[in-house]
């Protein structure tokens, strides 16, 4: 009978994976760290590469802890929310990298659309302000600056999504 559970956390920096007792105490932990920050302002993530971090940092953790896959009860993965991955839905393929959620390479955009109706101009269909943290104005971003990307999303060729381990899109 599985006695453990474990949250995998893909953070903006690492991954790690917690195996957790089902008593709730914490036996193992392991982490891999990453960073795509190449400059204030600019965050990024190469949603394939990502998830190779995924199997060393789980076999880490049962290893760590001397449990095995058939120990595991549960498992909960976390996930960075607003970063936003555009990719091919005929091949998979991003057509370029995640933006993270604290890339601010939008400001100009949410400062245009402030303009033409305040920061609450969207929150009625949205339900948030206008924010370079969401990922609307990371959207756009990409089909206006990616050669070939509007033109793709025109034909309905592309999907959208914020990024979680093991997505279509990443």
Known sequence: MPHYSAAIDQG??????????????????TARARSDLPQAGLGRARPHANLGAHPPVIQGAFAKAKIARRDIAAVGVTNQRETTVVWD???????????????TRTAE??????????????????GLPLATYFSGPKIKWILDNVNGARVAAERDNLLSATWTPGSSGG
């Not at 903006?12 to 932990?29: E, F, K, Q, V, Y």
């Not at 839905?89 to 890339?103: E, F, H, K, L, S």
């Open 12 to 29: 903006t920096t690492s991954t790690r994976l917690w195996s957790l007792t089902t008593a709730g105490g914490s036996c193992a932990l």
């Open 109 to 126: 955009i949410c400062a245009e659309l402030e303009k033409e109706g305040g920061q609450d101009r969207l929150r009625a269909q949205t």
């Open 89 to 103: 839905r005929r091949t998979g393929q991003p057509v370029y990298n995640a933006i993270v959620w604290q890339d």
